[in-house]
């Protein structure tokens, strides 16, 4: 595992231009929507960075990226690790304009003054990876079948709102 700081501001031109490729760990505790998404995290979002230019001379960034996540189950609402890879393909633009036009394969990502700041970049692909619901398996999930056939303890309060599903479930089961 590497353990490079990834700088968070770089020179994504002149990094294309000389065809690097940067590789790091990023705290995922630092990802504040990342955090305020899904909770508080501990892990890294590992992160590979090749920067280049096609043959149509659009500079772009080929990325993966690998972190271990702790989400919410949505049953038992204990946070549960999950692992998560993600590849992408930015092509760099300064305008709207220029975006649109741009080869399909490329999502477009903005550089204003030849600066570009990876961290939020790698966040937004992160979030992007994130699955919507996630729960246990069912013999691994403290909230287990009896639990919700009962009742208790997820249908009240607060949880009954962030998991409407158990609730159906449990409906469901008494008739
Ligand atoms: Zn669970």
Same mark, same amino acid.
């Given at each position: 595992m590497s353990t490079t700081r990834l700088p968070n501001t770089v020179e994504p031109y002149r990094l294309a231009a000389q065809g690097e490729v940067l590789g790091g760990a990023i705290a995922l505790d630092r990802f504040a929507r990342l955090v305020d998404a899904v909770?508080?995290?501990t892990g890294e979002c590992q992160v590979e960075l090749v920067f280049g230019i096609d043959m149509?001379?659009?500079?772009y960034i080929e990325g993966r990226l690998h972190a271990d996540v702790d989400m919410p189950c949505q049953r038992c609402l204990q946070p549960m690790s999950?692992?998560?890879?993600?590849?992408?393909?930015?092509?760099?633009v300064s305008s709207d304009a220029l975006a649109a036009q741009m080869q399909k394969r490329y999502e477009p990502v903005f550089v /204003?003054? +030849?600066?570009l700041d990876l961290f =939020?970049?790698?966040e937004d692909e992160l979030l992007l990876t994130l699955p919507q619901v996630l729960y246990h398996d069912e013999d691994e999930c403290p909230v287990g079948q009896d639990a919700l056939q009962s009742g208790d303890p997820v249908a /009240?309060? +607060?949880e009954t709102k962030t998991? =409407?599903?158990?609730?159906?479930g449990s409906l469901k089961d008494k008739n």
């Open positions: 909770g508080q995290q149509q001379r659009q500079h999950i692992s998560l890879d993600s590849s992408f393909l930015l092509g760099m /204003e003054d +030849e600066q =939020p970049l790698v /009240e309060g +607060e998991n =409407p599903f158990s609730v159906l």
